[in-house]
């Protein structure tokens, strides 16, 4: 039985009660959009501690805090914590210090284009904290213990890998990790990274020895003490991957795997061994992608698939030890699962499962083999945002440590499922869909509707678990259609690449055809507007643009409204859009600006205004670099050329793509309430 609920942080609990004592009062945007109470959880190597972060104490700001897990009293310590920075996450370098990164959470999300995270190192109990990389704009942070500058390093390093330490001289020595050194061009192209290591108690480097790799290497893979085994490479618009064989002399080889184009990109590595590699090689009917042993004799992946997912590309991570052995996979299909190799863990995962049965239950334990193992599990479903647990094996005993929100009521929250539907030329469609409800009488419930379409685009939008966004929307009363359109990543090559160039088309039409599907089905009424951002804000412009007779309203924020900008670029308006990708990927997936040019202004927001008829909401950050504010500007512009201007504008300052600051991801929810409320009959 799961006994002896126990929510550590103080106040926590308080907020809970409060929560279901107001359970009957319609929950206001701030429960939903508010953050987690606990951002990161992490085990120590040795399972003795555990280390979190939240915003606990009076400053107000998230920090690092470690728990005894020997003491019966489960008192957090406070490890890092600053009066003008959040620490979001962190790593053990071993069971005594830490190393983590800060923003500014207080600040808009246009402050990580100007400032970088910077590295400290601290020991868990608060002592012996050390400024390692510099934080660009920032000397130093104002916290209760100010850092000890080290010698500190450029804000152009990022920390590559935490090794095990070693006693051979080639790998890593006690408190280092290994740290990248980055260098880019003027068009926002990466060129190289370049592995150093770092001690974290003194700042000292030393050099790291990469035995003549590859140059134009990006991407680093390592042994779990520190070695080099693997580097992606790219040079121009190819893309290749290198194997490091040592010879047991302090030396050894590098040697091409393979290579392809960065819109073609050779099978990537899904988990790297001392001297194993499984990459990423599509075997699907729809060219969905399973992991494969690379056969290093034949020079290519072989053998039977290692994972696999039908219907669906993997996704997920390896879980293995600190010394390297491979112990099991999640993986991502709808929902995340775990496959344990170890038939010990196996048995763990499902006792943990059938404690809290019907949820995704992520397990981490240290001291796994032994019978005093501890178990950290993150336990959540579409319905209920999570709560992170604690199991001692050896005592049987479950505490809870904390809920991920506490004030969402998951009884109250609306059940989310993924369908497959097919779109209007037979291909194969899937939809997520959130809030259905049924009748007295057991047939379904028709709802006014909101296409909710997701960014990217080449990302895979949804899967199953709780988000706020479409329980923010579900909660108003409205069904959430998230169509995964052609041209979304996670379901094969064949659905990505039928995407390309077929912006404002074809993938237009697979956002109209869920809204179709779900009307036929009896979810959704004749009543419904569509949003996104990003690619989702361009979405719904086209849908507005394309089928005015599906929509009574759209809202698009920080959309693409021009095209031609992204892949031209322009000298009066910054991006973060590389020279490299417009060159070599963008088109090729989006359009040649030459090429295409008739069919790219057919499908700009900013051309079709004349088509643009139906009431409209803008939002924009006024620092975005990814999709400049000047796209909304011109398309506000054009609309008020043809006297219609937007029925609601909002540009939020010091955003960038995306709303980083709380109180402005509420506002905004707040304004999609009140203009769908106004749009919609209900």
């Not at 600190?322 to 709808?334: E, Y």
């Not at 049924?438 to 006014?448: E, H, I, R």
Request: glycine share 12%; proline share 6%.
């Amino acid at each position: 039985m799961l006994r002896s609920f126990v929510l550590v942080l103080a106040g926590w609990a308080g907020a809970a009660a409060a929560a279901q004592s107001a359970a009957t009062a319609p929950l206001g945007a701030e429960a939903f959009f508010r953050r987690p109470a606990v951002m990161d959880a992490e085990l120590s190597p040795s399972g003795k501690r555990l280390a979190f972060t939240a915003a606990f104490g009076p400053l107000g700001r998230v920090g690092v805090f470690v728990l005894d897990l020997q003491s019966a009293e489960l008192k957090p310590t406070r490890a890092a914590q600053f009066s003008d920075a959040d620490v979001p996450s962190f790593g053990w370098v071993d069971d005594e210090r830490i190393v983590f990164g800060v923003l500014d959470l207080k600040a808009g999300s246009g402050e990580d284009y100007r400032t970088a995270p910077g590295l400290y190192a601290v020991r868990f109990d608060g002592t012996e904290l050390v400024e390692l990389v510099e934080r660009a704009g920032r000397e130093f942070i104002q916290g209760s213990d100010g850092p000890v500058r080290a010698r500190t390093l450029a804000r152009n390093h990022r920390l590559l890998h935490v090794p095990v330490a070693s006693d051979d001289r080639r790998g890593a020595r006690a408190d280092e990790v290994i740290v990248g050194e980055l260098r880019g061009s003027r068009g926002n192209d990466l060129e190289s990274v370049t592995p150093l290591w770092l001690n974290t108690r003194t700042g000292a480097t030393r050099r790291y020895e990469t035995h003549g790799q590859p140059g134009g290497a990006v991407g680093w893979w390592f042994t779990p003490r520190g070695e080099p085994r693997l580097v992606t490479t790219r040079d121009k618009g190819r893309i290749a991957h290198h194997w490091f064989t040592p010879d047991g002399r302090g030396g050894g080889v590098w040697k091409q795997l393979a290579e392809g184009t960065m819109v073609n990109p050779p099978p990537g590595p899904a988990w790297v061994g001392a001297d194993e590699l499984y990459v990423r090689q599509p075997m699907g009917p729809g060219g969905e992608a399973a992991v494969v042993a690379f056969d290093f004799a034949k020079g290519v992946p072989a053998g039977q698939p290692l994972v696999s997912a039908p219907g669906f590309d993997f996704a997920g991570s390896f879980i293995s030890t600190r010394d390297g052995r491979l112990r099991g996979v999640r993986i991502h299909t709808d929902a995340e699962e775990t496959v344990w190799f170890d038939p010990k863990l196996q048995d763990m995962q499902a006792m943990v499962d059938r404690t809290l049965p019907g949820r995704v239950n992520s397990m981490s334990c240290s001291r796994c083999d032994s019978d005093d193992a501890v178990v950290l599990v993150h336990s959540y479903s579409d319905r209920d945002p999570g709560q992170l647990l604690l199991h001692t094996k050896a005592n049987g005993q479950w505490r809870r440590l904390s809920m991920m929100m506490p004030g969402i009521d998951p009884a109250r929250m609306a059940r989310t499922r993924l369908e497959r539907i097919q779109a209007r030329d037979g291909r194969g469609l899937p939809v997520w869909i959130t809030g259905q409800k049924n009748g007295a009488d057991g047939k379904p419930l028709a709802q006014p509707a909101i296409v909710l379409v997701h960014g990217g685009p080449w990302v895979r939008g949804g899967f199953w678990r709780w988000e706020p966004m479409r329980q923010f929307l579900a909660s108003r009363g409205y069904l959430v259609i998230e169509p995964e359109f052609r041209g979304s990543q996670g379901y094969g090559t064949a659905h990505f690449t039928a995407g390309f160039k077929q912006w404002g088309q074809a993938m237009q039409d697979d956002v109209a055809d869920s809204l179709l599907w779900a009307q036929k089905a009896g979810w959704a009424t004749g009543q419904a507007c569509i949003a996104g951002a990003s690619y989702g804000g361009y979405s719904t412009l086209m849908g507005l643009i394309r089928h005015p007779e599906l929509y009574r309203c759209g809202a698009a924020w920080v959309a693409v409204t021009d095209p031609l900008l992204i892949l031209e670029g322009s000298w009066r308006v910054r991006d973060d859009t590389s020279d490299a990708q417009r060159r070599y990927a963008l088109k090729d997936m989006v359009g040649d600006p030459t090429a295409d040019a008739a069919m790219l202004k057919a499908n700009s927001p900013v051309e079709q205004v004349p088509r643009l008829t139906a009431p409209l909401l803008l939002a924009f950050g006024d620092e975005d670099l990814r999709v400049p504010l000047a796209h909304g500007l011109r398309l506000r512009s054009a609309l008020e050329r043809v006297g219609r201007p937007p029925a609601a504008w909002v540009v939020y300052a010091g955003e960038g793509h995306g709303w980083g600051k709380v109180e402005n991801d509420v506002d905004f929810a707040q304004r999609l309430e009140r203009f769908f409320a106004q749009h919609l009959q209900r």
